[in-house]
């Protein structure tokens, strides 16, 4: 089971609409909003802790005590901007929060050392690169319509006497054990590539 995602900043913001879905991708009659909904938030769950990216704006809030050096690393990457901050329980005024981020490099200045913070901001892309909402749609396809192969399957049996491997969640490196979606979060696992 994954951790739940950050909210998004704007309620109900995600990669791509049902509609959307619908339109590119072949989704069952049968299948209900709610159920797809569900397999469109695992989706960007699997998605998101696969890669460590946000891949629209969301809402974080860390408790973490400062640095020696007075700094304070964010825990997500691409932070965008500081909601409020608490030092000690005291809440910083906005000029001062407006002054603090420092977005290059996840960190945020101007704390004592070994100081008590509690820091709400907004981090991670505006919209989702179309590789990882391609790979998004894909996985939420593929998880509402039930295919013939058993979900505890590693191999199919060929006509010919041998067997094809499949691709299985948690073995080699595969998340979701469908190789598109897996190329994806693998390429922006690593150094993120904004192109």
Known sequence: MYEPLDPPVTPGHHYFTLDELREEREVSDTASDAVIERQRDLAEQVIEHGTGIAFIPRVRTDRVMSETTG???????????????TDEGVAWANERIADALSIENRYVLG??????????????????PERIRRAAMIATSTWVNT?????????????????INLATPGLLGFNT???????????????VRLA
């Open 71 to 85: 700094l304070l690393r964010l825990s997500a990457r691409f932070p965008r901007q500081i909601l409020s901050v």
């Open 111 to 128: 704390f004592g050392w070994g100081r008590r913070i509690v820091i709400t901001y907004e981090h991670g892309m505006e919209e989702p």
């Open 147 to 163: 295919g013939p192969i058993d979900t505890r399957a590693t191999q199919v049996p060929t006509e010919a006497g041998g067997a």
């Open 177 to 191: 054990g469908i190789p598109e979606v897996d190329t994806a979060i693998k390429y922006y696992r690593g150094p």
